[in-house]
């Protein structure tokens, strides 16, 4: 989580390439007192390209060659935004990313990486090879036994993955290498090369040499000589271009889009911007597009990026003009040269192996060291801010919805003013959160669905919020961009569900904070209670659990950025259409599961309705990675009160979930039995990962409230 203090700059890392995650581990190692990171990353984990042939050849597990970057930035204190971005505007000083507001820095640093030069129509690019992976396995979906698949590029990329495929696909599949040089690894001594030609030819590779590859259209592959080479599928490991909204953003590029930058990787033409890896370009010392250098840049990037951030001089690099080459030939052998000088053997692999598994222990080993001033409690369940900050957040929110307002955010006054429709009843929550992801605009989604989940159990219609909102003291811009991010995300949230945010009230803290004071509209017949569940009645959970789990886990740097990931989108959907469904289907009693845990809130509403209940265990969806982190002891800081409501509660990871406290889970609510596969059905078909996890009996003094059977008896 981001450290506590004044944020007097804001460093937006952009792109999750070799350098960056070199600055997240040194920053994480010396945290920089007022500076607060932001990294913008495409996937959840970002591939190593030195072990990517080997995952391909099936040396490596996947996982083993990607870093984790939920982990690597909550050790860096650095906030997470998973999506891509298409645009940076320098005078305003913001990067864009579809789906939410502008993310604004104060000192910008791009690694994006690249993608190869290939025509148009010319087949798969291999990077970004955070995606090349997922492309690979769509080919093996499609293609043929005995259909042939072209790699294009004679340089160590090329080769190497093409020896990589042959080593995957043994004679499953034909491999061709297209080299627009009289031969692959022209650049590479003599020895190196031969070799490499050797294990090519041993292989089985087609080698086509001194060709150019053109369009690749109706399974032929177009080459510069005229003629044409028949192939299920085409892959570009050439030299590569940066993205294209670098050089529109206005940066100084050279011909190939890379930004330009000097010896001190600070940009030529924006003082606040960064840039290193292959999209970028070192002036006078210009180097081949290879990770040894963005490696060794993430040291020097670090470094100066700290120096900036303080106004004081930066330091100049100069990378060295050769770099080792180490290339995997498959079946435990490798070449390395440099310098004119070649080594090949196992011998050589082994030592490629040792290099690559050293420096992916620099990133998978490290873990956040807890701050020893302040307990860690896990999140989820003033001073007034100035006006100008405040009028400038709620400027940036849509105006309100058709709703009979008389005052609100259109013409703010010190209290909304609103009429309530005749025969409606008015129903009313409020819940408050401190800061649980360093997201604002994420968080506040989450904030407001929370908020909006009592309403949708008690089955009324949201129709106004006010906001309570928190943020960290620091410059007016800061606070401004913070408090707007998370109403934003609110509103967008509110939005959909119908309710109009009518006002509110902010503050300053030492962390984020946000909450809701919610109401809706119902009628006493739609209005749904926690009593009213009947025996026989089946529980329907319309959301998986572990919710808790999971950021306790983020909290500690253990959760995957993927589980990260699957727990926010959880947390950000809405429960109405999860309410409708259940109304549709009779629903006899119905709560939504949130801080007590499964357990918990099913013992409010036995408790409420005079009934007892089983819980099969077997059946509780849980999210990606919950039993994993579980069966470590991790655990939410609210479970061992929560465990109370289930004596004799095991400590077997499925077991402990059910106390897990949720933010912003699903709905449990109570359908009779015969209605109860239907009501599922209709679920399931509306997009939630449903199930039916229970079922209500009569209460009895010499049974518990609730009992936890392994699944349910008709199931297999």
């Known amino acids: 989580m981001q ?74 204190g650095a906030r997470l935004i998973l999506g891509e971005a298409t645009s940076i505007q320098l005078d305003n000083r913001t990067v864009t990313v579809p789906g939410r507001p502008e993310v604004p820095y104060d000192l910008l640093s ?36 005995h259909d042939r698949i072209v790699v294009v590029g004679g340089g160590p990329a090329g080769v190497e993955l093409a020896l990589a495929l042959a080593f995957r696909y043994r004679s499953r599949y034909r491999i061709a290498l297209v080299s627009a040089t009289p031969e692959p690894l022209i650049e590479a001594p003599e020895s190196a090369r031969r070799v490499a030609v050797t294990a090519l030819v041993d292989a089985s590779v087609e080698i086509v040499r001194g060709a150019m590859a053109g369009s690749f259209r109706d399974g032929r592959l177009a080459l510069s000589d005229g003629s044409f080479l028949d192939a299920a599928a085409c892959l570009h490991a050439t030299g590569v271009e940066a993205p294209a909204f670098l050089a529109h953003a206005g940066l100084a590029c050279d011909s190939k889009g890379c930004v330009q930058v000097d010896s001190t990787l600070r940009s030529i033409s924006d003082p606040a911007v960064f840039a290193a890896g292959d999209c970028a370009s070192i002036q006078r010392s210009p180097r081949p597009k290879a990770g040894v250098w963005a490696v060794r840049a993430g040291a020097v990037l670090a470094r100066n990026l700290r120096l900036a951030a303080q106004s004081r001089p930066l330091k100049r690099w100069r990378p060295q003009r050769e770099a080792l080459v180490i290339l995997g030939l498959g079946g435990g052998r490798a070449v390395a040269w440099r310098n004119g000088l070649s080594l090949s053997g196992w011998l050589v692999w082994r030592w490629k192996d040792w290099i690559d598994r050293r420096w992916m222990r620099m990133y998978t080993e490290m873990r956040m060291k807890p701050d020893p001033e302040a307990l860690m409690r896990c999140g989820g369940c003033g001073a007034k801010v100035g006006a100008e900050v405040l009028a400038g957040a709620l400027a940036d929110l849509p105006r309100s919805a058709n709703i009979d307002l008389v005052i609100g955010l259109d013409a703010p006054d010190d209290a909304a003013v609103l009429r309530v429709p005749p025969g409606q009843l008015l129903v009313q929550s409020v819940d408050h959160f401190r800061a649980f992801l360093d997201d604002p605009f994420v968080f506040g989604q989450v904030a407001a669905a929370h908020a909006l989940s009592d309403l949708h159990a008690m089955g009324a219609r949201p129709w106004t919020a006010l906001a309570i909102a928190a943020v960290p003291y620091g410059p007016g811009a800061k606070m401004r961009a913070d ?76 959760t995957r950025a993927s589980w990260l990931s699957a727990a926010i989108e959880s947390m950000c959907r809405s429960n109405a259409t999860a309410a409708r469904v259940l109304r549709e289907h009779g629903v006899t009693a119905c709560t939504d599961v949130t801080g007590f845990g499964l357990a918990g809130h099913l013992a409010e509403m036995a408790r409420a309705s005079a009934v007892a209940a089983t819980i099969f265990r077997e059946s509780v969806p849980v999210l990606p990675g919950v039993l994993e982190l579980a069966a470590q002891g991790v655990e939410s800081t609210l479970a061992p009160d929560n465990a109370r409501a289930v004596p004799n509660l095991s400590t077997e990871p499925r077991e402990r979930v059910l106390i897990d406290p949720q933010t912003s889970g699903g709905l449990l609510g109570g359908v009779p039995a015969e ?40 199931q297999p």
């Not at 946000?514 to 569940?533: I, Q």
């Open 483 to 558: 408090l707007s991010a998370m109403l934003l995300g609110a509103s967008k949230v509110l939005r959909e569900d119908g309710c109009t945010l009518v006002g509110g009230h902010s503050g300053e803290a030492d962390e984020a904070a946000l909450g809701f004071a919610v109401s809706g509209l119902a009628t006493p017949e739609t209005l749904t209670r926690k009593s009213g569940l009947r025996p026989g009645d089946a529980l329907i959970l319309t959301k998986p659990i572990g919710t808790g789990i999971v950021l306790a886990g983020h909290m500690r740097g253990l």
């Open 675 to 714: 209605r109860a596969e239907a009501c599922l059905r209709a679920l399931v078909a509306a997009g939630m990962t449903a199930a039916i996890v229970g079922v209500v009996e009569a209460a009895s003094a010499d049974a518990p409230m609730i009992r936890i059977a392994g699944k349910r008896s008709d």
């Open 3 to 76: 450290p506590r203090g004044p944020i007097e700059t804001d460093i937006l890392l952009l792109g999750a390439g070799h350098a960056h995650v070199g600055v997240l581990r040194r920053f994480a190692m010396r945290p920089e007192p007022g500076v607060r990171l932001t990294l913008i990353g495409r996937e959840p984990e970002t591939p190593y390209s030195g072990m990517l042939p080997g995952v391909i050849r099936g040396d490596y597990e996947p996982h083993q060659g990607h870093i984790d970057l939920a982990p690597l930035a909550a050790a860096a």
């Open 110 to 145: 791009i690694d994006v990486g690249g993608e190869p030069a290939a025509p148009p129509d010319g087949g798969i690019a291999v990077k970004p090879i955070g995606r090349f992976l997922a492309k690979l396995r769509e080919i093996e979906r499609t293609i043929r036994d």
